[in-house]
């Protein structure tokens, strides 16, 4: 196998860091979706409503888990970075690998979240077209 260089780590640097900017601007929009729902309920509480924020819930926990995952392959490749600069090739391999499959499962849980809000848009549309 050939060497790791310093610039292979370094190239996910910046596809993380766009990858974590819309992360972050997910948990945002779920931020503020839920205090505005969680509004509405005080004011007219519903099993609809209630259904909503569980939804949000569960989207907002993944999410989280997205970052979670999203940061640590980050910090993985700064790890690896560090580790070929001191010259430990298999450490820094081993460390570049799993910052890839980090990586992976993190977008994999991002594909899972976002079939589940498709399924909650859906199901809203499908009550505004029986109205």
Same mark, same amino acid.
């Given at each position: 196998?050939?060497? &790791?260089?310093? *610039?292979?780590?370094?190239? &996910?640097?910046?596809? !993380?860091?766009?990858? =974590?900017? *819309? @992360? ?5 929009? @779920? *931020?503020?979706? !839920? ?13 609809? !409503?209630?259904? $909503?924020?569980?939804? &949000? ?9 997205? $970052? !979670? ?15 070929? @600069?001191?010259?430990? $090739?298999? *450490?820094?391999?081993? =460390? ?25 848009l859906d199901i809203h549309l499908d009550s505004v077209n029986?109205?």
């Amino acid at each position: 196998m050939d060497e &790791l260089s310093l *610039a292979t780590p370094s190239i &996910l640097f910046s596809a !993380i860091s766009l990858i =974590m900017l *819309a @992360y972050t601007n997910r948990f945002l929009s @779920y *931020a503020t979706l !839920i205090r505005s729902i969680s509004a509405e309920y005080a004011v007219k509480p519903s099993e609809k !409503i209630r259904a $909503q924020i569980s939804n &949000l819930r569960r989207r907002l926990y993944m999410t989280r888990a997205m $970052q !979670i995952l999203g940061i640590l392959s980050l910090l993985l490749c700064v790890v690896c970075t560090f580790l070929i @600069y001191v010259g430990l $090739q298999t *450490a820094a391999v081993w =460390m570049f690998g799993i910052a890839l499959i980090s990586l992976a499962v993190s977008l994999a849980v991002s594909i899972a979240e976002i079939q589940i809000s498709v399924r909650a848009l859906d199901i809203h549309l499908d009550s505004v077209n029986h109205n």
